[in-house]
């Protein structure tokens, strides 16, 4: 699951911005990571961030474990935690979150249930961080576009 979205592109060549993939990660494993602290790491590190698998259990709090050492290594303070969501949103293909159709309809745009269900967790997670009100949300309509939804 190493995928980077044509959304991201002007930035996850250097790895300047936290790429949605990583975001989706630390969402998963209940870390989060300030701009400020993602800035802190080297290149390498940024993207062993990338790389780490983080998906079963052993390997959620194998990749917690590396970014508190990591953030630790190189702040003198551990990550602040975010409670870590049982059923996360983004991976209930059956409901659209409120706050996305809030932003669809805001656009002026459309997004069916079908639509939602037939994308991945990732682009689901995607749509719903790029929605939050007080987000810079210029990339909405292009994860929307990439995401054949316009």
Wanted: contains cysteine; proline residues 8%; hydrophobic residues 35%.
């Amino acid at each position: 699951m190493n995928t980077f979205f044509d959304f991201e592109a002007d930035f996850v060549n250097s790895l300047r911005c936290i790429p949605m993939l990583v975001r989706y990660k630390l969402d998963t494993c209940g870390i989060k990571l300030r701009l400020s602290d993602w800035n802190h790491m080297t290149q390498d590190e940024r993207a062993t961030l990338v790389e780490l698998p983080c998906s079963t259990e052993t390997e959620i709090q194998a990749y917690r474990q590396h970014v508190q050492q990591q953030i630790l290594q190189h702040t003198g303070r551990p990550a602040d935690e975010l409670p870590i969501e049982p059923h996360p949103p983004w991976m209930d293909a059956t409901t659209v979150p409120e706050q996305l159709k809030q932003k669809v309809t805001e656009l002026g745009l459309t997004l069916t249930p079908q639509q939602w269900a037939e994308l991945t967790p990732l682009q689901r997670f995607a749509l719903i961080k790029l929605s939050r009100p007080g987000h810079e949300n210029q990339n909405f309509p292009k994860a929307m576009l990439e995401f054949n939804l316009l």
